[in-house]
């Protein structure tokens, strides 16, 4: 993962949600980038297994 992309989807979200700097911050601290990355990696993995079936 790249800073720029981390960085890219950190801004959009605080836009979209209208965060505070400390509600940013607090998303940024608690890693909401990287477990929304994997939430979404295992619900496409399992979207797949789903169709196969």
Do not use: P
């Amino acid at each position: 993962m790249s800073k720029a992309k981390t960085m890219e989807f950190y801004k959009t979200l605080c836009i979209k949600e209208a965060y505070s700097s400390r509600e940013l911050e607090h998303q940024i601290e608690n890693g909401y980038y990287e477990r929304y990355m994997l939430s979404k990696g295992i619900a496409s993995r399992t979207n797949k297994g789903i169709e196969r079936e």
